[in-house]
Nanobody, 126 residues
Framework: QVQLVESGGGLVQAGGSLRLSCAASGRTLNSRTMGWFRQAPGKEREFVAAIKRSGDSMLYADSVKGRFTISRDNAKNTVYLQMNSLKPEDSAVYYC???????????????????WGQGTQVTVSS
């Protein structure tokens, strides 16, 4: 079992930055692809970014490409999402997710992820 806890959300003005963290306990994240998803009120949860277990391959949603950066520190069992040039439309609850060790399938599809955090709220004011 993997427990994921997100932190770092908050209120920020448009153009500002936030860094989200996702700390894992229970089992190591080293062998898992990790992802960030978000859900705004009245909308479905959507993919934001993913990073392979090696940390050398990342995938981003078009809406955040060039502004967000996903990274991981396997020694700390933690995944990060650096969010720059934030826009009001980035406001959402952000979720960290972990794939199963043997999981396959596209990294941008949420049903390929086995473990989820409780989410952290990000609000961007205009």
């Amino acid at each position: 079992q993997v427990q994921l806890v997100e932190s770092g959300g908050g209120l920020v003005q448009a153009g500002g930055s936030l860094r989200l963290s996702c700390a894992a306990s229970g089992r190591t994240l080293n062998s898992r692809t990790m992802g960030w998803f978000r859900q705004a009120p009245g909308k479905e949860r959507e993919f934001v970014a993913a990073i392979k277990r090696s940390g050398d391959s990342m995938l981003y949603a078009d809406s955040v490409k060039g502004r967000f950066t996903i990274s991981r520190d396997n020694a700390k069992n933690t995944v990060y999402l650096q969010m720059n040039s934030l826009k009001p439309e980035d406001s959402a609850v952000y979720y960290c997710a972990a794939k199963g060790i043997l999981a396959s399938g596209p990294d941008n599809l949420q049903y390929n992820y086995a473990y989820w955090g409780q989410g952290t709220q990000v609000t961007v004011s205009s």
